[in-house]
């Protein structure tokens, strides 16, 4: 019975620690957005809202990944296997294989970059 909530769990997106409190209860309210009228600025600001949380998104991927290779480290007593990670992160385990991989080459100071 456990996995409704963990299912319930995962829709929920995390809180944006930067938005009022308040403003989260507001279905309507999406940093302020809403509030502008003039079109450019509204453009100029959700554009600048998408490339951030483009890079967000591209940053907690890359702890993701480093997360993962540290909990396959083979040198760590409690190592998990790629099995294990893909299930506790909900992704499939060739996806948790590469994550691994591309944490590792994090850690050795690579780009992480398989071209």
């Known amino acids: 019975m456990a996995e409704p909530e ?3 769990r995962r829709l929920r997106p ?3 620690l930067f938005e009022p409190a308040e403003a989260v209860t507001d279905p309507e309210h999406f940093f302020d957005l809403e509030s502008i009228e003039d079109p450019r600025e509204l453009l100029a600001r959700a554009t600048e809202l ?3 949380f483009r890079a ?3 940053r907690a991927v890359e702890f993701q990944a480093l997360a993962a290779a540290q ?3 083979p040198r760590r007593f ?3 296997a790629p099995a294990a990670i ?3 992160a909900q992704w499939t385990e060739d996806y948790a294989r590469k994550m691994i991989e591309f944490g590792e080459s994090l850690l050795r100071g690579g780009d992480g970059d398989a071209s």
Do not use: G, I
Request: aromatic share 0%; proline share 5%.
């Open 71 to 73: 909990l396959a480290d």
């Open 56 to 58: 967000a998104q591209d």
């Open 6 to 8: 963990r299912t319930e």
């Open 14 to 16: 995390a809180p944006l």
């Open 78 to 80: 409690d190592r998990l």
């Open 86 to 88: 893909a299930e506790q």
């Open 50 to 52: 998408t490339v951030a």
